[in-house]
């Protein structure tokens, strides 16, 4: 079945510091990709989507390109803040556009 | 954007008394919804979908008669835990998918329960 991997958490930066969440996805066909963001007490918020091979997706200065060959969808933002700590959960919806697959969230804490 | 809303945000129920949770699309029509649970520091694991009109499918290891999920309008979608117990407090969340906008789901801000 499909599935979905993430880096292991917490990770802990200083502010402005240089993000990266590793995801790697396994996935008949060629799946949709996502990164949504939970902060503290709250639902989840898209933060970006790719929906094919070499897209990228983009907002709020992160950013995740849609690797086929890697099975890979790493998330990255060049100079993080302190508003930025949440979990981040990757995720990846199948070609016939049911359910989501999640992983397991990784926990980014930003110290100023 | 799509708007999903979820009520109550939080409830605090005795163990025993059944608690609803309704999840509404306030401005476009929801065809499917989801319902997922989110144990803390978890992930979040797909409970059910439910077709409007149409009984609810259920994941394996969920139990339809203590999780009821009713879709009885386009805008509505509610779960209801019945004999609810300690270990069903949890993080609900429900999505909705855009009947008009093929495969594009919104996520509703989820609803806290703890059951004493």
């Known amino acids: 079945g499909n599935s979905v991997t993430q880096m292991e958490g917490p990770v802990t930066l200083s502010e402005e510091a240089f993000l990266t969440i590793n995801c790697t996805y396994t996935?008949?066909?060629?799946?949709?990709l996502f990164w949504y963001v939970q902060y503290p007490g709250e639902g989840l918020q898209l933060l970006l989507k790719a929906t094919k091979a070499d897209d990228k997706g983009s907002n709020k200065g992160f950013e995740a390109t849609y690797r086929k060959e890697t099975t890979s969808f790493h998330l990255e933002k060049g100079s993080v803040q302190v508003s930025d700590s949440a979990v981040y959960f990757c995720a990846l919806r199948d070609n016939y556009g049911q359910n989501f697959v999640f992983g397991p969230g990784t926990r980014l804490s930003v110290l100023p | 954007g799509a708007v999903v809303s979820q009520h109550p945000s939080w409830v605090i129920c005795k163990s025993g008394t059944s608690v609803k949770i309704e999840c509404r699309s306030l401005?476009?029509?929801?065809?499917?919804m989801f319902w997922y649970r989110q144990f803390p520091k978890q992930s979040l694991m797909l409970m059910a979908t439910s077709n409007e009109g149409s009984k609810a499918t259920y994941e394996q290891g969920v139990e339809k008669d203590k999780f009821l999920i009713n879709h009885a309008s386009l805008t509505l979608s509610t779960l209801t835990v019945t004999s609810a117990h300690p270990e069903d407090s949890s993080f609900y969340i429900c999505?909705?998918?855009?009947?008009?906008?093929?495969?594009?789901?919104?996520f509703g801000p989820g609803t806290r329960l703890t059951v004493t």
């Open positions: 999505s909705a998918r855009d009947g008009g906008r093929a495969y594009e789901q919104y």
């Open positions: 996935a008949t066909g060629y799946p949709s």
């Open positions: 401005d476009f029509q929801a065809t499917t």
